[in-house]
């Protein structure tokens, strides 16, 4: 399916490695002039290397979108790299385990500001361009956490929330501009978090790692309805298609790319 991206700007944040990477990779294939953003200069200019190796068109750019400052530089650099961005992906974000007992305010205020407060910096520089010329898209890495939060991880499941929220508020905002803001929640999917965070379990119980039993136990024990662990591509797939002009009747969704993960219709 032509997805009509050809001609395209994208933005795709911490896109340096796991979703992100394959988000950025993804979207050249189909044509997409993609901004690769990190904040590690040599992993941005490998992913760039890699896109282009194969025919894309793409451009790194560094920068904490936690700062106010550096953001602008973010967003800067962007403009100037192809003279627009017309679909922005925000998929930075910091995913730390911090126990509600065992956190503080203080913490809680500090992941917010950088997996919610970036995107509100990025939004307000960048959609109004897209309002102007009457088309645009806007999309949230979102996550199944953000509808089923657990104990572990309750300050990031509360910030995948507000993404959720984001999305929701900002597609009602641009009704009728020809700018859409829709969110993709993953569920588990195989990067190179999850692999060090399986791995850790699996050698703490004493045992050998490999990821194949991993699957096998995750799998049964959380009984996943698609039976398997997602891959970066099944996001990155959704992320190409809500970019397009073919979803352009989709707008404030939340579409969960979680193998089933959620027990809701929702």
């Known amino acids: 399916m032509d997805l009509e991206l050809t001609g395209k700007r994208a933005l795709v944040t911490g896109s340096t490695s796991g979703i992100g990477e394959q988000i950025a990779k993804t979207l050249s294939q189909e044509g997409v002039s993609v901004i690769v953003h990190g904040r590690r200069a040599a992993e941005a200019e490998r992913v760039v290397r890699e896109i282009t190796s194969l025919g894309g068109n793409a451009l790194a750019v560094t920068g904490d979108l936690a700062n106010d400052a550096e953001t602008t530089g973010v967003v800067e650099a962007s403009l100037a790299a192809f003279g627009g961005v017309d679909i922005l992906v925000n998929n930075a974000g910091t995913f730390p385990m911090n126990p509600w007992l065992q956190s503080n305010a203080a913490e809680w205020l500090e992941l917010y500001n950088a997996n919610v407060g970036s995107v509100v910096r990025l939004v307000t520089q960048l959609v109004p361009a897209m309002v102007e010329r009457r088309w645009g898209r806007v999309i949230m890495l979102g996550s199944f956490l953000g509808v089923m939060p657990g104990p572990p991880v309750a300050n990031y499941a509360t910030t995948k929330a507000a993404n959720i929220a984001q999305a929701v508020s900002l597609a009602k905002e641009l009704g009728g501009t020809g700018v859409t803001a829709n969110t993709v929640s993953p569920g588990p999917i195989r990067t190179p978090g999850m692999e060090a965070g399986a791995r850790a379990m699996v050698t703490s119980m004493g045992q050998e790692y490999d990821f194949a039993a991993f699957e ?20 990155a797939n959704a992320v190409a298609f809500l970019a397009s002009p073919l979803a352009g009747f989709i707008t404030g969704t939340n579409l969960r790319v979680d193998g089933g993960m959620l027990p809701t219709t929702n």
């Open 216 to 235: 096998q136990f995750y799998v049964k024990e959380t009984r996943l309805p698609a039976g398997k662990i997602g891959s970066p591509v099944d996001i």
